[in-house]
């Protein structure tokens, strides 16, 4: 109960506040999502991927594990939900979104301080946390992006397309800057920081405009199948790789629970960028985010009673 309690109080609600926020304002004042989108797309991301990566603590037997069972898991999400979207028959651009909103997860501004509130007491989960996120971080910008430029007919151009994303540059600049232990001047280091800081509360003020005008009452049947794949799928074959891989203790516990996130904001952020079924992106995200409280605290739960640490 305690954990439900801190997860809800201090994620949930200060995140579900800010979506308010920007939904009200927009009704108000119809704010301009376009300008919203560049914001995010070219400012605050690019900040925010660059400092999660050279802020970092790598270790390379940990990384290693860790990388296998993340390109297992994601590979499978990635065939699991191209056979839904054949499954259930969707045109092009929707299935790229579709796909998008259960590979993607929102590892970083959610998955970051459930983390932390987990595992205060052992501190490798919240490390491998960070890892995950740089590698969600990755994926979005390569696989992600890819899937919203082919769902606009630009399959040939995607290469393009996505080395014109400069979220991208500024991972590849943070791997590098790490790797050689470039130290950043602090006049370039604090904006880098004011800037990432300001992320997630425009982020959500974004999603909240977004969603401003959504008719919640009348929700489309595959946003429910988005949110059972994101919620419910994606912890299930987590769970079975990481038995299968032999992982236990707080490593198991970590990589079980940062597979149960909701779907990625990002994927509502891409989807309004590059215009390809944004409220049906933006719908999936909030879903998946409000019904998230009861799934990650049952998944929490299953971590700690299947991988005790120490057990």
């Not at 943070?174 to 602090?186: D, F, K, M, N, T």
Request: charged share 10%.
């Amino acid at each position: 109960m305690a954990v439900f309690s801190g997860i809800l109080l201090q994620v949930m609600v200060p995140m579900l506040l800010i979506v308010g926020l920007g939904a009200g304002l927009h009704r108000f004042f119809h704010l301009d999502l376009n300008t919203l989108s560049k914001l995010n797309m070219y400012v605050l991301l690019p900040a925010v991927a660059f400092i999660n990566v050279y802020d970092s603590e790598l270790n390379g037997k940990v990384l290693a594990a860790i990388l296998a069972f993340l390109l297992l898991q994601n590979s499978g999400l990635i065939v699991l939900s191209m056979m839904m979207a054949k499954l259930f028959k969707l045109e092009r651009s929707l299935s790229a979104v579709f796909q998008n909103t259960i590979v993607l997860n929102n590892s970083g501004n959610f998955g970051i301080p459930v983390s932390q509130l987990v595992f205060h007491q052992h501190p490798l989960g919240a490390t491998i946390q960070i890892m995950v996120t740089i590698f969600q971080n990755f994926l979005t910008n390569t696989y992600g992006v890819y899937q919203f430029v082919s769902g606009n007919g630009k399959r040939e151009k995607w290469t393009a397309e996505i080395w014109k994303n400069p979220v991208l540059h500024a991972l590849l600049l943070g791997v590098v800057c790490r790797w050689l232990h470039v130290p950043i001047p602090s006049f370039l280091w604090t904006p880098l920081q004011r800037v990432a800081d300001a992320f997630l509360a425009i982020a959500l003020f974004t999603l909240g405009a977004q969603i401003a005008y959504a008719r919640f009452t009348a929700l489309p049947p595959l946003v429910y199948v988005s949110v059972f794949g994101r919620l419910i799928l994606s912890p299930l074959l987590a769970g079975s790789l990481i038995f299968l891989l032999g992982m236990d203790g707080v490593t198991a516990q970590a990589l079980l629970i940062a597979s149960s996130y909701p779907c990625s904001r990002n994927t509502a952020l891409y989807a309004l960028e590059y215009d390809c079924h944004p409220d049906y992106a933006a719908q999936a995200v909030l879903v998946s985010t409000l019904l998230s409280a009861i799934t990650v605290t049952g998944t929490v739960y299953a971590a700690r009673l299947l991988f005790p640490i120490g057990g």
